[in-house]
């Protein structure tokens, strides 16, 4: 299965600023998937990010306080824009198996605090 | 529309004991189905996968799951639980197959276990 690279692995932000989350991964992939999980909760799909054209976003998520970038097969980043404290979560990406022979696979997470 | 639950939000059960962790499942076609373990401060992981054939699929550390397509569930069993086991579990469907369709989570598990 793939390997995912993301960072920052946590960050402490001011209200107000944005914070680029990056996910590197080792192969190349059609989709990617940026996905939230508030605390002490599930994970929540913000969207998924497709390659050479705009992402997809899932209800409740707009692109101007969620914007993504997939600029190759390789590499995405979500930036989590004029934050509030509301925004502290953990980020995570995930990219599908491969050939349908392995689950999908998911980065480390970005655990965000906004204060 | 696709969706996901887990009913049972807090489990507890005693070191050596056997565990079984419900999820349900809405979705119209066959599903793709999966369970994960989030441990604390930690990633997620893939315990096991179904996509079809046998519908006991057994998984790492100890774990499988039934899928029963008339009660649309995918129930999680471990004979004998050990206490690294506790962590959150969590359930999920993809909605169009592994190879590119989004997943849907439940609400999580969290498992403790007694000494």
């Known amino acids: 299965s793939a390997v995912i690279s993301q960072k920052p692995s946590r960050d402490i932000c001011q209200r107000g600023t944005s914070l680029t989350i990056q996910c590197q991964v080792d192969s190349q992939v059609t989709m990617m998937f940026w996905y939230r999980q508030q605390p002490g909760q599930s994970l929540t799909l913000i969207a998924t990010a497709n390659q050479g054209s705009e992402a997809t976003y899932e209800s409740g998520f707009v692109i101007d306080k969620f914007p993504i970038s997939r600029p190759n097969l390789t590499f995405s980043t979500l930036t989590v824009s004029n934050m509030s404290p509301e925004d502290s979560s953990i980020y995570l990406c995930?990219?599908?198996?491969?050939?349908?022979?392995?689950?999908?696979?998911f980065g480390s997470g970005t655990r965000l605090t906004v204060v | 529309a696709q969706s996901v639950t887990q009913p049972d939000i807090h489990i507890t059960v005693s070191e050596g004991a056997s565990l079984e962790l419900r999820c349900n499942y809405s979705y119209g076609a066959t599903p793709y189905l999966f369970w994960y373990v989030q441990s604390p401060g930690q990633g997620l992981q893939l315990l096991l996968k179904?996509?079809?054939?046998?519908?006991l699929v057994q998984g790492i550390k100890g774990f499988e799951a039934e899928f029963k397509r008339s009660q649309s569930s995918f129930n999680l069993r471990k004979p004998s639980v050990h206490w690294s086991d506790a962590a959150e579990y969590f359930c999920a469907v993809a909605t169009t197959g592994n190879q590119g369709g989004k997943l849907i989570f439940g609400q999580g598990t969290e498992l403790s276990v007694k000494p």
């Open positions: 995930s990219v599908p198996g491969h050939g349908g022979l392995s689950g999908y696979t």
């Open positions: 179904y996509f079809s054939g046998d519908t």
